[in-house]
C-alpha cells in the first residue's frame, strides 16, 4: 500500500505561484507514476499533470500547459506541482494520485490507485 499526503494550498491572487507537494510513504517502490486531478464542486475529477517514475515522461492539461511544472524528486519521495500565473479558474481541490504498475494511459482517473485526500486551492481575481 502506498499513501499519499499533499500540502502547499491556500488562497492566493490571480498571476502569483504556489506550489502544492504530494509525499509519498509505504510501498513507494511500487509507483510507476505520479499525477495530480483537481476538482470543483459539481464537477467530475480532471486531470492536470502526470509523471512516470524513472521514465522521464510528463503530461500536462492543455489548460495548465506552460504555466504549471511537475516535479518529481525521487529521493524525497514527493511530487511537486508548480503552478505558476495561476487564474481563478484554477481554483479547485487538488489531488495527488500515483500507479502502481505502467498504463498507456496517464490522463484519466481510472489508471491511478492510490489517491491523497486533496489540497485546496482558492484564487482570487
Known amino acids: 500500500q502506498v499513501q499519499l499526503v499533499e500540502s502547499g494550498g491556500g488562497v492566493v491572487r490571480a498571476g502569483a505561484s504556489l506550489r502544492l507537494s504530494c509525499q509519498a510513504s509505504?510501498?513507494?517502490?511500487?509507483?510507476?507514476?505520479t499525477a495530480w486531478f483537481r476538482q470543483t464542486t459539481g464537477k467530475e475529477r480532471e486531470f492536470v499533470s502526470a509523471s512516470t517514475h524513472g521514465g522521464n515522461r510528463t503530461s500536462y492539461a492543455n489548460s495548465v500547459r506552460d504555466r504549471f511544472i511537475i516535479d518529481n524528486d525521487n529521493a524525497k519521495n514527493t511530487v511537486y506541482l508548480y503552478m505558476n500565473m495561476v487564474k481563478p479558474e484554477d481554483s479547485a481541490v487538488y489531488y495527488c494520485?500515483?500507479?502502481?504498475?505502467?498504463?498507456?494511459?496517464?490522463?484519466?482517473?481510472?489508471?491511478?490507485?492510490?489517491w491523497g485526500q486533496g489540497t485546496a486551492v482558492t484564487v482570487s481575481s
Open positions: 494520485a500515483a500507479q502502481s504498475h505502467i498504463r498507456g494511459s496517464l490522463t484519466t482517473v481510472e489508471a491511478y490507485d492510490w
Open positions: 509505504g510501498h513507494t517502490g511500487s509507483i510507476t507514476a
